[in-house]
Every structure is written in C-alpha cells, then in structure tokens.
C-alpha cells in the first residue's frame, strides 16, 4: 500500500469509535445535497410542462415544494455542521492526548536528539493542520464528493450521451492531480521541517533574551532570523508556482466542461432530440459540477498538507517507548544494593565513562566528586536510566536495571538535578508537584525546612504567591531551594542530589543538607558537589577523573592519600583549614 493511503488508514482508525454518527452524518449530507440538486429539475418541469401546457396550478405546487427543499437544506446544514464539529473535536481530543502521553514517555535520548522547536511543532502546528483539515478541508471535500455524485446521476438520467461526452475531459483532470501531486507533497515536508526549524531557533532565542541584550548581538540575531525567513520564502513561493500551475491548468479543463455542453446540447436541441428544458437543466447541473470539482481540486492540494501533518504526527508516536515492552519487571522489593559492572558510556562515540565498577549499600551516604566534565551528571543519568550503558550493566539487588520497569525505579528514586522545572504557579503548587497527595500545609513546611524566605517570613501568605515563568520572579537561589522543597516532600528509598545548592547560602545549604541526611526521609543518599562543606554529610566519596573512579573512601582517607581529591579541594581545604590538611 503506498505511504499516502496508509496515513489516511491510520488516521481512520481515530474515527473508527465515532462510526454511527459518522453514518448519521452522512445521511444528513446526502440528503442536504439532494435538496440542493432538485431545483434544475423543477426548472426542466417548468420550461417543458408548466409554460408549455399553461398550468398555473403546478407552477403553485412546484414553487411550494421548491421553498420546502429550501428550508430543509437549511436546516440539514445546520446538523450536519454541529455533527461534524462534534466528531471531530472529539478525534482531535483523543489524537492530541495520545502524542503528548507518548512523547512524554519516549526515551531521554530521543529528546537528546531532537531539536525542541521540531517537536512543539509537530505536536502544535501539524495537530492544529489536522484540525484546520478536519474542521473545514475533509468535510467540504465529503460535501462536494457527495454533490459530484448526485448530479452524475441527475445527468445520467436527463441526457446520458451528453454527459458521456464531457466525461471524456475528467481523466485529463485526473491526469493533471496525479502528475502534481508528488512535487507538491515533497515541497510540503520541506516547508514544515523548515518551519519547524525556525520555531526551534525562535524559542532559543526568546527564552534566552537576557544575553541578546548582554551580548547586544540585535543585529546578528535579525541577519540570522532574515536568512532562515529567505530560505523559507523561497521554499513557499516554490510551492504556490506549483500549486497553482496544476490548479491553473485543472480549472481550465474543468472550464471546458459547460463549453461542450453548450455545443453538443445545442447540436441536439436543433435537431429535435432534446427538448429546451433538458437543456437548460443539463447546463444548470454541468454548471454546478464545475464548482465542487473545483473545490476538489483545491481541497486535494489542502490534503496532501494535511497527509503531510499526519505523517510527522505519526512518526513521533511510531518511535518506541522506553518502557513499552512487556518484558520489563516492577522492581517491589526494596533497595539492598545498586552495582556498577564495568559499566562504560559514550556520547556520539567520545568515552565519557568507562569500565566504572562500584557498588552503592542501601543506607549510606555518598557523595561523587571530579572536575567539571568529568562524567558526574552522566553516572546520576544511567542511574536515572536516562542513559544506557554501551558495555557492563547497572544492577539493583543483582537484577540488570535496563530490565526493571521504569515507573517503578522512579517511584524508588528522587533526584534533584542542576537544571529546574518551574512553572508559573503557587510556591505550594510547585513544591507539591509530583506529590499530589501532599498537603499545601506540608508544601509550607517543606518551604521553612529549606529556608526558603528569611526566618521571620509570613510563609503561609509568601508561599501562595504566583512565581512567575520558569520561577522569573524567584532568585537563583531561591529556585534552588524551592526545588530542594519539592525533593523534601517525596520520601524515597534513593536521592540523589546534583549539584543543588551551587547558588544558595552555605548557612541555608547546611541547614538543608541537615535536613536532608537527619530526617531518615530518605534511605540511601547521594550527592554531586563542587563544595566541600558539602562532603561532611557523606560516609564515602567517589572521585571521578575523566570518567574513571581514580579514588574512594571517607573524607579523611582521601585527604591522607594526596591524591586526586585533595588536588581538586586544594584551596578549599585549605580556607577550611582541616585539621588533617
Ligand atoms: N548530550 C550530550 N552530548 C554530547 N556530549 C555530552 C552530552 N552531555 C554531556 N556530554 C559530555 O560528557 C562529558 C561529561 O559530562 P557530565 O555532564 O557528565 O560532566 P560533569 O562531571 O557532571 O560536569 P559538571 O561538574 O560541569 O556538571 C562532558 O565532556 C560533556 O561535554
């Protein structure tokens, strides 16, 4: 089957549960249609019958029926539209939700790759271009389907050698769509990933005004944006000289329709094999099939962009999802121990960690150390499964984690990472998010445990404020320590903290590494920091080195050794002036 048809068959399964009112939609269509179609041959009835025998009583009853067929066409219209809104915002409903419930549960290395513009583009512009083919394109072209085949048949019955005659010109028509259609689809899909392209560029650069205006780089960034708007333009105008070539030379022939009619019907008429009526009414139905053969020829051009739309749409929900497959284990018991067996990774063939073999005990505290860029956040990553190892495994009680189910291992593990999701919302909505069970009340204590506001602050009042996009009204630290707050109310078996407390006050950090390592709420604990005050919470400290563990053991061993550690804490130490230093 080709790739066009199979599209449109996958998205009718999305209409699939709506069947019967699909059925009742039709027939509403038809029957609007028919009313439509009647009055060329009440025309026919009056030139022949009405004015020829001099009836006035038919003239009455035919003028009555005529304004009937009238008011019901109003009214079908009228359902058939509220039908068709009906059904198809229900199938947009159900097709938006599944893109977003599936991207959100695609693998982190499919986002990794993909530019951010290319998929809100895909799951906003392409769904709303279904929406726009759904709401107007495929409902016109059904209705003007259903029109062409009425008057086919009323043009069969009045005079069918006549319409035999102007059939002769549709397989040209045919000819025309076909030869178009696959530069006109090509040019779509260059279009859209073009425009999918600026999209990504524009949010870029707009969620990172702040250093536009730093690096006053206005002109650069207008000459960059010019350039890809150029390109785009040109890709368009490529696409309308097609378009409206193979428009042009459709309506053309389509043009050519009520010509022949004229001719041939004419020809007939004077030789008496026609009657006057018949041919008046035949132009009158050839007339009215040049208009919704011409909208079909328009709305085709509208469906190859829809099928275009679809098939991004379908791309994104065809790939895998990372915990799809049946095979993966719910992890219930709990945590007793998380190895790391020779565990290596790469990011697009560079080494990042390699052949890494340690093992994590249930109830300890540790804290990972290195240079920047040595692999840290990456290990925090293959522990999130976000990456996979490409050599060794990581295993859980002696089970390979790859193979524990991923919902699971997230219910085991809270991690705070260097990056935050903050929405504008509450405080309290933003420490609770992720806990639904959670009460606003335990969201303000998590906001005092984490000194969010100074100590004499009204917290039940402070923490109802809005905080604005991406938390634009919190300072760094503040943002810090509000994500602290959400990590507090989720009791976990494993923590893991990277890198949380660069921005905040070493007060505030001690207090909430206090908080964090005394209150029990988590079992296992481990931390990624470039601050030695934060390393007196942990019972051992792993120091990475260009992806390789070079050393391990309490604070004390690794400042006897001289080492590694005590290189990369030098200075610290030393403004600490630690008794072993
Ligand atoms: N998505 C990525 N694609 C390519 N390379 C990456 C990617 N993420 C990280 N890297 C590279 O992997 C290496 C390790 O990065 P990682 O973020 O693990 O370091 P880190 O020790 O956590 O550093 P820091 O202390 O600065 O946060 C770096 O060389 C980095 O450039």
Redesign the pocket.
């Known amino acids: 089957m080709d790739s066009r048809k199979l599209i449109w068959k996958r998205f009718f399964v999305f209409l699939r549960p709506y069947m019967k009112y699909e059925a009742l939609l039709l027939l509403l269509m038809i029957l609007g249609n028919a009313a439509a179609l009647a009055s060329p041959y009440f025309l026919k009835i009056i030139i022949d019958h009405v004015l020829v025998e001099k009836q006035l009583q038919l003239l009455l009853g035919i003028l009555a029926v005529i304004l009937a067929t009238y008011i019901l066409r109003v009214l079908l219209g009228v359902a058939a539209e509220y039908l068709y809104s009906w059904i198809s915002n229900q199938v947009l409903n159900t097709l938006s939700l599944k893109l977003f419930n599936h991207v959100i549960r695609l693998p982190m290395s499919f986002f ?1 790759e993909r530019s951010l513009g290319d998929l809100i583009h895909r799951m906003n512009n392409e769904v709303n271009n279904v929406r726009n083919a759904l709401t107007g394109t495929l409902i016109n072209f059904i209705n003007n389907g259903i029109t062409i085949i009425g008057l086919i048949v009323i043009m069969c019955v009045l005079e069918i050698r006549l319409f035999l005659a102007i059939c002769l010109i549709y397989p040209l028509l045919f000819i025309t769509i076909r030869r178009f259609h696959p530069q006109i689809k090509a040019i779509t899909s260059k279009i859209r990933t073009k425009e999918s392209e600026i999209l990504g560029h524009l949010t870029e650069r707009v969620s990172n005004i702040r250093f536009i205006k730093l690096f006053n780089t206005y002109l650069y960034e207008g000459g960059v944006l010019k350039d890809q708007f150029s390109f785009l333009v040109k890709l368009n105008m490529n696409g309308a000289l097609v378009r409206s070539t193979s428009k042009g030379i459709s309506i053309f022939l389509l043009a050519m329709v009520p010509l022949v009619t004229l001719g041939l019907g004419g020809w007939q008429v004077i030789k008496g094999a026609m009657t006057i009526g018949t041919l008046i009414a035949f132009l009158q139905y050839a007339n009215k099939l040049y208009e919704p053969f011409q909208n079909i020829v328009s709305l085709y051009a509208e469906l190859i962009n829809t099928s275009v739309s679809l098939s991004r749409i379908f791309e994104l929900l065809d790939h895998p999802l990372q915990f799809s497959d049946g095979s993966y284990v719910r992890l219930e018991e709990k945590i007793n121990s998380i190895t790391l067996n020779n565990v290596s990774f790469s ?2 063939d ?1 080494a ?1 960690i390699s052949n890494l073999d340690f093992t994590f005990e249930a109830g300890r505290h540790y804290a990972i150390v ?12 293959l522990l999130c499964k976000f990456n996979v190892p490409a050599t060794g495994n990581i295993l859980v009680n002696g089970r390979d984690l790859q193979s524990i189910d991923m919902e699971s291992w997230m219910q085991k593990l809270t991690v705070n990472s ?1 990056g935050y999701f903050l929405f504008n919302d509450t405080i309290i909505e933003n420490i609770r998010y992720g806990q639904p069970a959670s009460t606003p009340q335990e969201a303000v204590e998590a906001a005092k445990a984490v000194r969010l506001f100074s100590d004499n602050a009204d917290y039940s009042t402070r923490t109802q404020s809005m905080i604005g996009d991406n938390g634009v009204k919190l300072s760094g630290g503040q943002k810090q320590k509000l994500s602290l707050g959400r990590t507090l109310l989720r009791k976990t078996e494993l923590l893991i903290i ?2 949380a407390t660069s921005e905040t006050d070493s007060k505030s950090e001690d207090a909430i590494y206090g908080h964090l390592f005394d209150s029990g709420a988590f079992h296992t604990i481990i931390i ?1 920091s ?1 601050r030695l005050s934060a390393l007196k919470h942990v019972q051992e400290i792993i120091v ?1 080195d260009a ?1 390789n563990i070079v050393e391990h053991g309490t604070m004390s061993d690794l400042i006897s050794r001289r080492g590694h550690f005590l290189r990369l804490f030098e200075s610290q130490l030393q403004l600490a002036g630690t008794a072993a230093f």
Not at 370 to 381: C, L, Q
Request: proline share 0%; no cysteine.
């Open positions: 990794k990011h697009q560079k990042v290195g240079a920047s860029g040595s692999g840290k956040s990456t290990i925090v990553d260097q990277d890198e990624i470039h990475i992806g």
